[in-house]
Structures are given as structure tokens and as C-alpha cells.
């Protein structure tokens, strides 16, 4: 059986490969060459070398802005995420009424669009900051906390799901004869719980991070980059670049592999990072 399925592995692996190649990696190569082109077609394209790689760094601020404020809005989230998530599912692990209901619950928001989730806390906030006359869009830090909040309540529920799963992985056994010996809850926590959680951990910071870096449609609907551009994520950035005048494509696409070469090597990091501190059951 074994001989026939490797004999017909490359046939039956085909059409994935096909439709990988045609849906994945020609777009990635090819917009690896546009990188280094001026173009508003494929067909148009001229070799410029690393004259967009230098633009989108010497052009204007526009690019490193929203480098920064996207690093601190993913610092800020990967922290805020976890933490709340972790919590909720050290809740909801307990034997606690109704608590099937309470993880369907936080884990509706994630099923509610990007967009129609930015317009929906558009209001919200406006409705706050309207006693005080202001709105999202008139401070950049009405902008940044407004979308850790939408994120949080919308990434949560996902999280709680992962470390639920994980919580619930750790053998009974091992948590009964910590208490046997005198642990105290502190103590099962920080020494059983959390080290035996790692694999969740490491799943669920690189979800978050590699989210938070490409947040697009939630930044769209939310602030749109207002106030000038100051609350711009990088997706957002890239999206404004590359649509913004006829000319500024190469530029986009180069920011775009920048983009991608940033987000790949962080959830490396990450990955390594998290993955060395986990220990086996």
C-alpha cells in the first residue's frame, strides 16, 4: 500500500501544487519583481532597482509612522489579548453554571466582519467622546486605545477558545497531587498551569501578532488614518500608497515586501522565543 501511494504521490499532489503556484507563489515572486519596477500594469513595467525601497523610506514620514504605530498598537495587544484571554479561560475551565454559554459569548464578536466591527465601535466611541465634545478622529490617541479596544473585544473569544483547549490538556492527576502536597493555587498556577500552557501561548502570540500587523479593514472603518494619517497602520499605509496617484505603485509594492520581510522575521522571533520555554506533560 505504502509503495503504490508513494508512486502517485507527485499525481495526487498536482492539483494542490497547481492551484498553490497559480493562487500563491507566482503573485509572491512576481510582486517581488514589481518591487524593483516602475509600473501601472504588469505589462508596463521598467526596472528602477531600489529606488521605491528608498522612496518609501525618504519620500515622506507617512511609512515609518505607521511602522511605529503599528508596533506599539501589536506590543499593546499581544499583551492585552493574552492576559484577558488567559483569564477568561482559567474562568471558564472551572465547574461554573452556564459556562458553555459564556464561551459562546466572547467568542461571538470574532465572527462579525472587520468592517462592519469598525463602524459598529465608530458610534460606540463617538457616543462617549461626544460628552466631551470631541471624536475618534480629532486625537491620535482617542484613534490608537479605540482600535486595542475593538481588537481585544474582537480577538479575545478566539484566544479563550486556544487556552481552553490547553487548560483542559493538563492531566488531572498532576494538578490533584499538587494539591495533595500542599500547593498552593499561586503555586499550581505559576509552576503547572502556565508552564504546561506554553504550546497555547506560543499559538496564540503568534496569532495576535501576526494580526495586529496586518490589521486593515478594522483601521479602514475605524479612523480611516485620520487624523493625517497619524493612526494609519502599515496595511492601511500600503493600501494608501499603492491607490493613492498613478506613479506610486512600485513604491506600494516594495513597502508591501518590506511589510512581509518585517511581519515573517517578528513571528520567527516570536515562534523561536515562545517555543523554547515550553516543557512536556
Not at 505559576?190 to 486593515?216: E, G, H, Q, W
Not at 475605524?222 to 502599515?234: D, E, I, K, S
Not at 506610486?248 to 509594492?253: D, L, R, Y
Amino acid at each position: 500500500m505504502h509503495k503504490h501511494l508513494n508512486r502517485y504521490f507527485g499525481l495526487f499532489a498536482l492539483p494542490t501544487l497547481i492551484a498553490f503556484s497559480v493562487a500563491f507563489l507566482i503573485p509572491f515572486l512576481l510582486g517581488i519583481y514589481l518591487s524593483f519596477t516602475e509600473f501601472t500594469t504588469v505589462s508596463d513595467a521598467s526596472f528602477v532597482g531600489f529606488s521605491n525601497y528608498i522612496l518609501a523610506f525618504t519620500e515622506n514620514s507617512n511609512f515609518l509612522n505607521a511602522l511605529w504605530f503599528t508596533v506599539k498598537f501589536s506590543f499593546v495587544t499581544i499583551i492585552t489579548v493574552n492576559l484577558f484571554a488567559f483569564l477568561l479561560a482559567l474562568a471558564l475551565t472551572k465547574k461554573i453554571r452556564g459556562r458553555n454559554l459564556f464561551r459562546a459569548v466572547f467568542f461571538m464578536p470574532n465572527l462579525i466582519g472587520g468592517i462592519v466591527l469598525g463602524y459598529i465601535w465608530q458610534v460606540i466611541i463617538n457616543g462617549i467622546l461626544l460628552f466631551w465634545g470631541a471624536d475618534i478622529t480629532q486625537n491620535s490617541t482617542y484613534g490608537f486605545w479605540g482600535l486595542v479596544v475593538l481588537t481585544n473585544w474582537q480577538m479575545i473569544g478566539y484566544m479563550m477558545v486556544i487556552f481552553i483547549a490547553g487548560i483542559n490538556n493538563i492531566p488531572p492527576q498532576l494538578i490533584e497531587a499538587a494539591k495533595i502536597d500542599g500547593a498552593k493555587p499561586s503555586q499550581i498556577l505559576f509552576k503547572i498551569t502556565l508552564p504546561l500552557t506554553m504550546p497555547a501561548f506560543t499559538i496564540c502570540s503568534f496569532l495576535t501578532l501576526t494580526n495586529s500587523f496586518k490589521l486593515f479593514d478594522q483601521n479602514l472603518a475605524l479612523t480611516a488614518g485620520a487624523p493625517a494619517r497619524q493612526t494609519a497602520m502599515l496595511s492601511l499605509d500600503i493600501y494608501n500608497t499603492f491607490y493613492g496617484k498613478i506613479g506610486s505603485e512600485g513604491v506600494g509594492q516594495a513597502k508591501g515586501v518590506v511589510f512581509f520581510l518585517l511581519v515573517a522575521g517578528l513571528a520567527a522571533l516570536q515562534l523561536y522565543l515562545t517555543k523554547s520555554r515550553e516543557v512536556d506533560g
